[in-house]
């Protein structure tokens, strides 16, 4: 029974509304959660089962890095509407302010921590993604679909970071920072794309 139905629809319900935040970033980061969710759910079966004895050491240490991750990935969703809320508030002091360098700076500061937060989450996302593969050589094959859709969570989460660390790069001043970004935004995406090749 799905007892957070009323919490799940309360999120969908603030990512329907005209706000633009929570956004895309939010809910990137949430898909990367349930992904890693459902690994721990996929481990405590298993745990649950004396046929995998021989694994329940190694599932055990899955579990907490699955759950570890899931919690890291619902605080990046909350950062995120933050991390928002902070560029247009700052984008509206810059504007009406234009000669005000502490302004500028606060605008300069709340765009790389736009880029932050979604890298941080494709990095997660990406972790989950390993963490599938582990999960999935030692969990019980009844779960397999749980597995496959955990991987497809999480390569949706690392998609959809990216796409938010990507669409700042033109308003980031810092050149050096954005270089960087880019190229590490790139190589989460190669990596994604590898782990869920055909």
Known sequence: MLTSAKGL????????SAEPSPGGGTAAAAAGAMAA???SMVCGITLKNK??????SKLAMLKEESDALSSL???????????YDRVVETTRAK?????????????????R?????????????????RLSEKVSSIGTKSASSDIEVARRLAG????????????????????????????KAEELRR???QSLAP
């Open 73 to 83: 990935l619902l605080r990046l969703a909350a950062d995120d509407a933050l991390a």
């Open 113 to 129: 921590v736009a880029m932050e937060v979604p890298m941080s989450t494709a990095e997660a996302c990406v972790k989950v993604l």
């Open 37 to 39: 969710s459902l690994l």
């Open 9 to 16: 629809k309360a999120f969908c319900d603030e990512l329907a």
């Open 51 to 56: 046929k995998h004895e021989s694994n329940w």
């Open 156 to 183: 949706a989460g690392v998609d959809g970071a990216v796409a938010n660390v990507l669409i700042n790069l033109p308003y980031c001043e810092d050149a050096s920072f954005a270089s960087t970004a880019k190229s």
């Open 191 to 193: 990596e994604r794309r």
């Open 95 to 111: 504007r009406a302010a234009p000669a005000d360098g502490k302004a500028a700076a606060a605008y300069a500061d709340a765009v």
